[in-house]
């Protein structure tokens, strides 16, 4: 039975997990013929106060971005 965990930065809307769920579950049926009502997938938001990359929580980059520091790092 495969389990696959996913962690998103921020959040996603209900619409958009359930694409996922759709998208992942077919690519497990495809490349490994597993069954569809044996793959479980479980969608994990963090925060962004909670997320940090480069030295810097993730909110404080975008915040920086949206105030128009010239310097703040792009979110991916």
């Known amino acids: 039975m495969p389990f696959v965990s996913i962690r998103i930065s ?42 940090g990359a480069g030295g810097i929580l993730i909110a404080d980059r975008d915040a920086a971005k949206i105030e128009g520091d010239a310097h703040a790092v792009p979110s991916q």
């Open 10 to 51: 921020g959040t996603a809307t209900k619409d958009q997990k359930s694409g996922i769920v759709a998208d992942v579950t077919q690519s497990l049926v495809e490349r490994l013929g597993k069954n569809p009502a044996a793959v479980q997938i479980v969608i994990e938001e963090v925060s962004t106060e909670n997320y």
